[in-house]
């Protein structure tokens, strides 16, 4: 299984919802990741799961919270969302620390924030 | 941080041409530089990568090279095709220390557009 699942693919909320995206890999990788790209724009790094330590980009608004329940799971929680964080959130996964390896990508889910 | 520039923004070549995509890096430190391709609608796939220890590699139609002197590393597509028509994302990432990964950092990517 050389998948990483994301669910759902498409979301559609107010700004005033609370939702959750989410991420699973059967891979046995230790490091998943979450990514927000905007159309014709390049994958921005969000969050990092990587040796059972939850690193954070700084310039990621506390509305955007990630979890992770156990190795193979990484769940992105959403509340209070503005329309400008419409976007593709791609969830990724590596066997190690990203420059042991290939990085695995999900299909994406795409939000759209009314 | 790393900071990764990547030119063109879009390149368009006749069929069965060869194609450049070239990208700069800014941190010393990194040491691992993949390069992905996102077709439209669909997630960035990987299409061959390259380490510091190493020049040149190369896959089939696919190879990329690296001046870690100069802090650059291209992307070449020889005999190009239909299907190679997609963007293409290089990206860097420093070494592993062992306290965590700090994810790969992106260019902006180059739109390829393959001519009939």
């Known amino acids: 299984d050389t998948e990483v699942t994301q669910t759902p693919k498409h979301l559609v909320m107010g700004m005033t919802n609370k939702k959750s995206l989410k991420c699973e890999q059967h891979?046995?990788?230790?490091?998943m990741y979450w990514y927000k790209q905007k159309a014709k724009k390049p994958p921005e790094l969000m969050f990092v799961?990587?040796?059972?330590?939850?690193?954070i980009n700084e310039s990621v608004p506390s509305r955007f919270s990630p979890e992770c329940p156990n190795s193979s799971l990484l769940n992105l929680h959403l509340h209070a969302l503005q329309p400008e964080d419409s976007a593709l959130y791609l969830c990724?996964?590596?066997?190690?620390?990203?420059?042991?390896?290939?990085?695995?990508f999900g299909e994406g889910s795409r939000l759209t924030v009314l | 941080g790393e900071n990764v520039e990547q030119h063109p923004s879009t390149l368009s070549v006749q069929e069965g041409d060869s194609a450049v995509i070239k990208c700069t890096y800014s941190d010393s430190a990194s040491n691992y530089f993949p390069w992905y391709k996102q077709e439209l609608g669909k997630r960035p796939q990987l299409i061959i990568d390259?380490?510091?220890?190493?020049g040149e590699k190369k896959d089939q139609r696919i190879a990329v090279t690296l001046n870690k002197t100069a802090k650059h590393f291209s992307l070449h597509i020889t005999e190009t095709q239909p299907e190679d028509s997609a963007v293409y994302f290089c990206?860097?990432?420093?070494?592993?220390?062992?306290?965590?990964?700090?994810?790969?950092?992106f260019g902006k990517g180059t739109h390829l557009i393959i001519q009939p």
């Open positions: 390259i380490r510091s220890n190493v």
């Open positions: 990724a996964s590596s066997h190690r620390a990203v420059n042991t390896g290939e990085l695995f």
């Open positions: 891979m046995g990788h230790r490091a």
């Open positions: 990206a860097a990432s420093p070494k592993d220390t062992g306290g965590g990964a700090d994810g790969l950092t």
């Open positions: 799961y990587s040796y059972e330590k939850l690193s």
